[in-house]
């Protein structure tokens, strides 16, 4: 614990940074959020319908379409 150098007390937990994600994310940044690798987020656009949509030669994920597409698999596996 670390302590104040004046008075002497216990200085206040800091609370862990939350990071935020902005609207449209990279693979990149999706795959920071998800904690998966890059090659593992590609196989879910391939084979598991995350959606996605393309700038260019570049893959982008809305991240409202993510979460909703995450709901829905959670929906999924508490059916099955």
């Given at each position: 614990?670390?302590?104040?150098?004046?008075?002497g007390?216990?200085?206040?937990?800091?609370?862990?940074?939350?990071?935020?994600?902005?609207?449209?994310?990279?693979?990149?940044?999706?795959?920071?959020?998800?904690?998966?690798?890059?090659?593992?987020?590609?196989?879910?656009?391939?084979?598991e319908?995350?959606?996605?949509?393309?700038i260019?030669?570049?893959?982008?994920?809305?991240?409202?379409?993510?979460?909703?597409?995450?709901?829905?698999?959670?929906?999924?596996?508490?059916?099955?």
């Open positions: 614990a670390k302590f104040c150098f004046e008075c007390k216990p200085l206040p937990k800091k609370e862990p940074e939350i990071k935020s994600y902005p609207p449209i994310m990279t693979i990149s940044q999706t795959a920071e959020f998800l904690s998966v690798s890059k090659s593992t987020l590609y196989r879910m656009i391939r084979e319908g995350l959606p996605w949509f393309g260019g030669s570049h893959k982008r994920i809305i991240f409202d379409e993510l979460m909703a597409w995450s709901k829905s698999k959670q929906q999924v596996l508490k059916g099955a």
